[in-house]
């Protein structure tokens, strides 16, 4: 048989396209995984309805009949499929090796290599066994205004602006969207497709992996040829970094890209324009004639999908973080509570702990002498108990029923730029006003710190700079002012105000950037406020996640760009 | 010995061989042991604490009393569980019991709201002689019973006007307008309950300027609201729209499940497995509900596209070769909205 013709193409890798087993990076996919998920891997594989798409080297005689093919080998190869897949049952019983069970794979029944989509198929197996292994930058999709007429596009006019008044979630169709992001794939790069649905999350997950070839066939995806520099780009091809996942949350106008986390230098590079790549991508993909979108990143990057379906994602959570999440509470014991037809009155937090004091004193009747003792003995454990509660009763009004250790929903990492001016007190701010001038020729504004900007401060920077000219509170302060007649002072108290934006402009603002580390740090904090480290009530709203970021910039104590933050 | 103690109970409960132990929140710590393993014998196996003994009593009782006069019993030595009695008590009388604590709350609380109620607290004369203690008792009831009428009003309004307001205090310390925010409540009816409320909350950024809302807690997309700057707000206007998308929504939801359940697809899963009908799948499509995706039996796959309001724009049906037209002229009948197509279903 000839082997099949090999041209550049622009097409899309197919599913079936086998990889040689003796290739590295296949080796390192499988050896990752652990027995229990290769095994039920396996059985997937050699379930009928993927028969097409992954099948095993069976022998093509019956058993009766004389062969020598196979003899000498280890792993020879099985008659039907039903004896194969009895053959794995059997090894989920037994205890045994990973090593023996990715042998079997890879120089038995699958000897003449793995297809794509066998490859994607244990990536996504250890993906879901861990987790936490991708980082999930999200994005959200913005519709683009219609060009009213073509003169305007023409004259650049309202072209790429974002319609804000409308609120359309683009639909998403799996087979169209892959079809026009292949349009957008440049042809020297070759890319295989693949989605699933994870059990238990509400989105859809699409692995993207390229490989660097003009061509769809063997000839991508073949290491065995002949010069070594091509061995040698091939398995740098198949390296994880080349591997992009993409979810799209159910009903949702955002979706998460995720982020690889292998190091080196000339891989990273690589990574990041091919993400660039798939982000450009994604929005023209979504897009039809007169419906056009973009992405716009938000500043929410997490290794916990949990957490960012449940900020992101549909439903009710997705704009009521930290305390307002009392208000979204979508069970069914909160539709009966908060039904109008309740009559009884709400409970206020933690009135469980009211009656509990009851209970104690009832219970305590008996030994009465013993309590009372106690307390009068430790007046300051009484008081440390209040103020324990008090405490406790804060962190509740400030996270709600958000926030706790245990919910599966932490973010691992916060990055805050605080960019309020330093706070100076009251007695000194007269003296500053006089010496303004001087003060403000030896301070000019420190917006650009010198040294190395880290990425999220370089852009955080970029966005603050842009608006720092038009500031809409600003505008409106003195639109206020100047709109103000019956003020008697008018020019004095203008002039302060004058003064005092002057002095907001000009005042020092030191480069302070806030990383909070940790496995849910939300919920540290809050433990903090329990705990009494920190004050509940004078806290700022963004160390309650509140905003649904990661990264901020903190202006007049709110991240900026919030809803309704007025920045 | 039996075995129902609350948890604040230690070691002298440990001595009269105690193997379970009742939580406050009226669930039970089997400390790891089976329902069986429950209870300890006693010498004399005559069980004096009969389920039909002391139910009238826990109605009144709470569970500590209940608890309490468990033990009390069980100190002196009467009290006495043959291991399925346990059971049983455990079944007849703590299961239910949290149930019957709410309806003893449901009862004062219907109590308090009654007119006469009122008279008897605000009437100085009757009581005021009789116990001179009860003055203080009186104010608190009379505090109480002002909270609860206002929670009535409220709930009325609620029930009756569908939006309505009510002002809440960002405990953030650098919000928005000192923490200021109009919250919006919208009670929706689906399947003749009402859901969570929705709500929409307000705050100021701009002063004389505009609302915006930091909170937007409703699944589909809301209205057109008026949230250019350059438009007027109107902030009546905004509530009105939204409160009519959501019902809107929740409208053509309902109209999906009534059309599935016409077409014989009932939730239940038993009578998935063993229904005929031609039709095997109908869901909502997209997160708007307004698009209704329908799967046959014969691998036909269809898609009936609505408006805001229900009314039948456009369908497709997908067969083997191509678009089969003559399946929608069936199933739509000459049908203009949604629910005809459902009673079509029905009547056949």
Redesign the interface.
């Known amino acids: 048989m000839a082997p099949p013709l090999s041209l550049p193409t622009t097409a899309r890798l197919p599913s079936s396209l086998r990889v040689n087993p003796s290739n590295n990076s296949i080796i390192k996919i499988l050896t990752r995984l652990s027995r229990p998920s290769l095994l039920s891997l396996v059985l997937d594989w050699l379930d009928a309805s993927n028969q097409s798409l992954c099948p095993p080297l069976l022998r093509e005689n019956s058993p009766h009949e004389e062969e020598d093919e196979f003899e000498s080998d280890i792993y020879p190869p099985a008659y039907s499929l039903s004896e194969l897949r009895e053959l794995y049952t059997d090894m989920q019983t037994r205890k045994g090796s990973r090593r023996e069970v990715v042998d079997r794979i890879l120089e038995g029944d699958w000897r003449h290599g793995l297809s794509l989509y066998q490859l994607a198929m244990a990536d996504l197996q250890y993906l879901y066994d861990h987790p936490g292994t991708l980082k999930w930058a999200c994005y959200k999709i913005q519709r683009l205004q219609t060009p009213e007429h073509e003169d305007d596009v023409d004259a650049d006019r309202s072209y790429d602006k974002i319609d804000?008044?409308t609120?359309?979630?683009p639909?998403f169709h799996p087979s169209t969207f892959l079809q026009n992001l292949q349009a957008e794939v440049l042809p020297d790069v070759k890319a295989h497709y693949n989605f699933d649905r994870p059990k238990g999350l509400p989105l859809l997950l699409l692995r993207i992996f390229v490989i660097d070839s003009p061509y769809n066939t063997d000839l991508a995806v073949s290491a065995a040829s002949g010069s070594a520099s091509l061995t040698a780009r091939t398995v740098t091809s198949f390296d994880t970094s080349r591997t992009i996942y993409v979810a799209f949350p159910?009903?949702?106008p955002h979706i998460f890209v995720s982020k690889s986390q292998s190091a080196g230098s000339t891989t990273y590079a690589e990574t990041r324009s091919l993400r660039a790549l798939v982000v450009e991508g994604i929005p023209k993909a979504l897009s039809r004639p007169r419906e056009r979108y973009t992405l716009k990143t938000v500043n929410l990057l997490t290794k916990n999908l949990d957490a960012m379906l449940s900020l992101r994602g549909?439903?009710?959570s997705n704009?009521?973080a930290g305390?307002?999440s009392v208000?979204?509470?979508?069970k069914a014991v909160?539709?009966r509570t908060?039904?109008?037809?309740?009559?009884?009155?709400?409970t206020p937090p933690l009135s469980?702990d009211a009656?509990?004091e009851d209970?104690?004193r009832?219970?305590d009747l008996g030994n009465r002498e013993t309590a009372t003792h106690k307390r009068a003995m430790d007046p300051e454990i009484a008081e440390e108990e209040k103020q324990r509660k008090r405490a406790r009763l804060v962190a509740q009004?400030?996270f709600g029923d958000n926030a706790k250790i245990d919910d599966g929903k932490g973010v691992e990492r916060v990055d805050v730029l605080i960019e309020d001016a330093f706070s100076v007190p009251a007695a000194d701010i007269e003296d500053e006003i006089d010496d303004q001038d001087a003060e403000e020729a030896r301070q000019p504004r420190p917006r650009k710190p010198k040294g190395r900007r880290s990425g999220v401060d370089a852009s955080l920077l970029q966005e603050a700079e842009k608006d720092d000219a038009d500031d809409?509170?600003q505008q409106?302060r003195d639109?206020?002012q100047e709109?103000d007649p019956s003020d008697e002072n008018l020019p004095q108290r203008q002039a302060r105000g004058e003064d005092g934006r002057d002095r907001e402009k000009w005042a020092w603002r030191p480069n302070v950037r806030l990383s909070l580390h940790g496995p849910h740090v939300f919920a540290g904090i809050r433990q903090l406020i329990e705990a009494g480290f920190i004050d509940g009530?004078?806290?700022?709203?963004w160390m309650?996640g509140?905003d649904g970021v990661t990264m901020g910039a903190v202006r007049?104590?709110?991240i900026r760009g919030?809803?309704?933050?007025?920045? | 010995m039996a075995a129902i103690f609350?948890d604040?109970?230690t070691a002298s409960d440990i001595v009269y061989g105690i193997d379970a132990i009742v939580k406050?929140?009226g669930t039970i710590d089997l400390r790891q042991r089976s329902l069986d393993a429950v209870v300890g014998h006693n010498d004399e196996h005559k069980p004096i604490y009969r389920p039909s003994y002391d139910l009238s009593s826990i109605a009144v009782y709470d569970n500590?009393n209940f608890i309490?006069r468990v033990r009390e019993l069980a100190c002196s030595n009467r009290l006495n569980l043959e291991q399925k009695f346990a059971k049983d008590m455990i079944l007849t009388y703590l299961v239910p019991l949290e149930s019957l604590k709410n309806d003893v709350?449901?009862q004062a609380?219907?109590l308090m709201?009654a007119d006469s109620t009122r008279q008897i607290l605000q009437s100085k004369t009757t009581g005021h002689q009789r116990s001179g203690t009860s003055e203080a008792v009186k104010q608190r009831l009379l505090a109480q019973f002002q909270?609860?009428s206002a929670?009535?009003q409220q709930?009325?309004y609620?029930?009756c006007a569908t939006i309505t307001t009510f002002k809440v205090n960002?405990?953030?310390?650098?919000?928005?307008d000192g923490g200021n925010v109009l919250?919006l409540r919208f009670?929706i009816m689906s399947k003749a309950?009402?859901?969570?409320?929705y709500?929409v909350?307000l705050?100021r950024?701009?002063?004389?300027?505009r609302y915006?809302?930091?909170?937007?807690?409703?699944?589909p997309?809301?209205a057109?609201g008026d949230?250019?700057p350059p438009k007027k707000q109107d902030l009546s206007r905004f509530a009105r729209t939204l409160r009519r998308e959501l019902v809107r929504y929740h409208n053509r939801a309902a109209l999906i499940g009534d059309m599935k359940k016409a077409a014989g697809l009932g939730s239940k899963k038993a009578l998935g497995q063993e229904l005929d009908t031609a039709i095997v799948d109908i869901s909502a499509a997209?997160?708007?509900a307004k698009q209704i995706s329908m799967q046959w039996r014969d691998g036909r796959s269809g898609r009936l596209i609505m408006n805001d309001d229900g009314d039948i724009v456009k369908m497709v049906v997908q067969g083997d070769n191509g678009r089969d037209r003559e399946t929608v002229r069936q199933f739509l009948g000459g049908a203009v909205r949604v629910e005809d197509v459902t009673k079509r279903l029905d009547s056949h």
């Open positions: 804000k008044t609120m359309h979630v639909r159910d009903a949702s549909s439903g009710r704009a009521a305390g307002w208000y979204a509470g979508d909160d539709a908060h039904s109008p037809l309740n009559p009884l009155l709400p469980d009656v509990e209970d104690e009832v219970t009004a400030r809409p509170e409106s639109q206020n709109a009530e004078r806290m700022p709203g309650t509140e007049n104590g709110r919030f809803r309704g933050s007025g920045l | 609350p604040r109970e406050r929140d500590l309490n709350k449901l609380t219907t709201t909270e609860q929670h009535k709930c009325l609620r029930a960002d405990p953030d310390p650098n919000a928005v919250g009670e309950k009402f859901v969570r409320p709500y909350m705050n950024p701009y002063a004389n300027r915006a809302w930091p909170l937007n807690t409703c699944l997309p809301p057109k949230e250019d997209d997160a708007e």
